[in-house]
């Protein structure tokens, strides 16, 4: 499903997504920026995880030391360059969140917003494992999914991408249970909060659950 994102759910076409997302999605999308900006120290060394197009990352970088966002699309990355333009405080890098190219713990912060932790279709172990991994000893890794309460409004969301031909027509039939389904393959999953706690612990990690604004589920670690 990586390669869905790279070929075909990228640069302008991702941005165009959360153009037409309903004003109910956008207030989700403001939540979580919000709710991440209030746990990002002043200065700290922050890294993005599946930063797209730098949506989220320009407004990190308003804040933090540095601000690096990584993404395995080249057209995303391309269009972020573009849109931060010579903004000293973000950097961006092409590469894989569950195979990091950084040597060790330069981190104060690492964010995986917007449902990464399922969006990116990799091991969701080894994804929180790396992330500690490059992040320094008591920083802290943020990792979002959907709250169920905003089933409604995602699925709303998606059949707009899907009418506007961004992602595949939506197969109701297969569709529920917080899993949404595309008839060209595209498949959108979520992750319990249950399921977080219980990879944080395998890892050794202090973890909460903590729900924003009815819509997402974040999950707070400490290494």
Same mark, same amino acid.
């Given at each position: ?27 989700? /999308? *403001? ?46 990355? *391309? ?6 333009? &010579? ?41 929180? *494992?790396?992330?500690? &991994? ?51 393959? /595209? ?30 589920? /974040? ?5």
């Amino acid at each position: 499903m990586g390669s869905y994102y790279s070929e075909r759910l990228s640069g302008e076409r991702l941005r165009r997504c959360y153009e037409i997302a309903p004003p109910r999605v956008r207030r989700y /999308f *403001r939540s979580e920026i919000d709710c991440v900006l209030d746990r990002l120290e002043a200065g700290a060394r922050v890294l993005e995880l599946g930063c797209g197009y730098g949506r989220v990352l320009a407004e990190l970088g308003g804040k933090a030391g540095t601000a690096t966002g990584i993404d395995l699309s080249l057209d995303s990355l *391309r269009l972020a360059r573009r849109l931060l333009g &010579r903004r000293s405080r973000c950097r961006l890098a092409c590469m894989d969140a569950a195979e990091l190219a950084f040597a060790g713990p330069g981190f104060d912060l690492v964010v995986c917003v917007q449902n990464g932790i399922s969006a990116f279709h990799v091991d969701r172990r080894t994804l929180i *494992r790396e992330a500690a &991994r490059v992040t320094r000893r008591g920083g802290r890794l943020l990792f979002s999914s959907y709250a169920e309460a905003f089933w409604d409004h995602r699925l709303e969301w998606f059949r707009l991408q899907s009418e506007a031909g961004l992602v595949g027509k939506i197969d109701e039939r297969a569709t529920g249970d917080g899993v949404i389904v595309c008839e060209d393959g /595209f498949r959108a999953t979520t992750a319990s909060g249950r399921e977080v706690l219980s990879l944080a612990a395998d890892l050794g990690l202090a973890a909460t659950v903590f729900e924003v604004d009815g819509s997402s589920l /974040f999950c707070e670690m400490t290494v």
